[in-house]
């Protein structure tokens, strides 16, 4: 059995301008690979420069954001504001993500697109602000990540980040938590989330949680989604009533905010107009949110404008209905891999 190192090392570490770069590889050892020394003593690989991070600043908040590139081209765009992907772009440079023109980059305020996190709290169901503090608070790259299976580490691009509670957070929620997060893109372009919620309390916890991934999508009249048929959901839009899809697909003429519940582990969202098909695969994840606020809700608010919701469409992997319950030392993790691929 091949022996997992998760982070083998910095390959790179040189100052451009706010800059710096460095490479990791987030990949088992291999006993065909030549491993050398740099004169700093950094372990790098004689044959794989290609897991490439940049770390850099944003200029308007100064808080630090987190570039990860695959040789082909592609990219995502990390930020320590809500351990968020703000980017992910394929390798032709095509923005795969929407973020909306008016979005707010500045704390305490979530950024209004790409991927947020929803932790300890999905939507309004519980005590906190819409959607828990995750997505609001700054986080730390993880400079020490416990291991991952070696499936869920080989071949990528990829930045550790690490979340826990201040003392502000444990007045509003009391419990003490280790939040780890990877974010990982492959070569072939796929883009994975791997957070780890570790309870070290002394006594149990529950919470809800959501990848929130808000896709870039040519018109929402032209766009379907599949994998949601039958299923039950909560209607968000009428007091959070159960109701049962009836559909074969899923496809949008007014406002939609809802719940999938006990979904199954892929869901596909079919870009007619595009020709173009993002795959959802999750675990640990057993809901799936819908949301488009559609024109009234458009322009209510501040931070997204009036005809954007003709260009984006939200599916979250998630867990509702039946939060997670941690007793003290116990872990759990919960993946997301996106991926597009053309379609007819």
């Known amino acids: 059995m091949k022996k997992v190192h998760e982070k083998i090392g910095v390959s790179q570490e040189r100052s451009r301008g706010k800059a710096q770069i460095l490479n990791y590889f987030c990949e088992p050892f291999s006993t065909a690979h030549k491993w050398l020394f740099t004169v700093f003593g950094t372990l790098i690989s004689e044959t794989n420069l290609r897991a490439a991070v940049e770390i850099t600043k944003d200029k308007s908040t100064g808080i630090e954001q987190v570039v990860l590139r695959n040789p082909q081209g592609a990219s995502a765009r990390v930020s320590l504001h809500g351990g968020q992907i703000l980017s992910w772009r394929n390798d032709h440079g095509e923005e795969l993500l929407f973020t909306s023109s008016k ?45 991952l299976h070696p499936n869920d580490s080989k071949g990528k691009s ?62 929402i009249s032209e766009v379907r989604v599949e994998g949601l048929e039958t299923l039950d959901y909560f209607e968000n839009l009428c007091q959070k009533q159960r109701f049962t899809e009836q559909g074969d697909a899923l496809t949008f003429e007014s406002e ?38 559609w024109e009234k809700k458009s322009k209510s608010m501040a931070d997204f404008g009036d005809e954007e919701y003709k260009k984006m469409l939200c599916i979250d992997a998630a867990a509702v209905e039946k939060p997670i319950t941690l007793k003290p030392g116990e872990e759990w993790t919960g993946k997301l891999e996106l991926a597009v691929v053309p379609s007819t």
């Not at 979530?110 to 519980?126: N, S, Y």
């Not at 905010?257 to 959802?280: G, P, Q």
């Not at 695969?281 to 606020?293: A, C, F, H, R």
Request: proline share 7%; with cysteine.
């Open 158 to 219: 990829c930045i550790d980040l690490l979340l826990k509670p201040s003392e502000e957070d444990l007045k509003i929620w009391p419990h003490s938590f280790e939040f780890r997060l990877r974010v990982s893109l492959e070569d072939d372009g796929y883009l994975t989330m791997i957070s780890r919620i570790r309870n070290i309390d002394n006594k149990p916890f529950s919470f809800s949680f959501a990848y929130r991934t808000y896709f870039s999508i040519s018109d």
């Open 103 to 147: 979005a707010i980059f500045k704390l305490p305020k979530a950024v209004r697109g790409g991927i947020p996190i929803c932790f300890p709290q999905f939507g309004t169901r519980g005590l906190l602000e819409q959607h828990g503090f995750a997505r609001n608070k700054i986080w730390v790259i993880d400079q020490n990540p416990p291991p």
């Open 256 to 293: 939609v905010d809802r719940v999938y519940l006990n979904s199954m582990d892929v869901i596909a969202v079919f870009d007619h107009e595009k020709k173009r098909t993002f795959t959802i695969q999750k675990e640990g994840l057993s809901d799936v949110g819908v949301w488009n606020p």
